[in-house]
């Protein structure tokens, strides 16, 4: 027979097996806020970028929520890459956005990693998904690095960032029946 140290170390290893296998949970709408970081495919952004056909631009790359999903879900986001096209404009060294989150030890973007801020996207919130837990990335920003980077956004490109309400999940109602009379 087996001992009990093999099948104890069996049922760990099959647990941390099917924690890793599962998937992580879809993006809703109350997931998303200001200085959220999600991972996106730039054949996904609208408007398209020149050169993402559906054959390319298909890895995912960060992307910083700044700004809720409108009503139809379109999130405005800022894109983190080492290597950004010309058509992006300008680009912000990520360090300069993520320094209070990593001080606070919720990650930080890799050395060379930049942010492009003068061509911030769309990307759909279907087409949104969670950074996994070992990328080493922040799920969001330090609200102060999420202040300086949604402004230097607004510098750089000239628009103003969407100002589209959060969307809150209504809290639960009593039934009528369960109600006191």
């Known amino acids: 027979m087996f001992?009990?140290?093999?099948?104890?170390?069996?049922?760990?290893?099959?647990?941390?097996l099917a924690v890793n296998a599962a998937p992580m949970p879809a993006v809703k709408a109350n997931h998303v806020h200001p200085g959220s970081v999600f991972v996106a495919k730039p054949v996904h952004f609208d408007p398209p970028h020149p050169g993402h056909s559906a054959s390319t631009g298909a890895r995912n790359h960060p992307v910083i929520a700044l700004g809720h999903p409108d009503h139809d879900g379109w999130v405005p986001v800022a894109a983190v890459s080492h290597n950004h096209p010309a058509h992006m404009g300008e680009t912000h060294e990520a360090h300069h956005y993520d320094g209070h989150t990593h001080a606070d030890g919720h990650g930080s973007f890799s050395a060379g990693s930049h942010i492009a801020v003068q061509k911030p996207t769309h990307v759909h919130i279907d087409d949104l998904h969670h950074v996994s837990a070992d990328s080493n990335l922040p799920a969001r920003l330090h609200p102060t690095d999420t202040n300086n980077l949604v402004n230097a956004v607004h510098q750089s490109s000239g628009n103003p960032i969407s100002t589209n309400p959060r969307i809150v999940t209504p809290p639960p109602t009593t039934p009528p029946w369960r109600k006191g009379n």
Request: hydrophobic share 65%; glycine share 8%.
């Open 3 to 16: 001992s009990m140290r093999i099948i104890s170390l069996a049922v760990v290893l099959l647990g941390s």
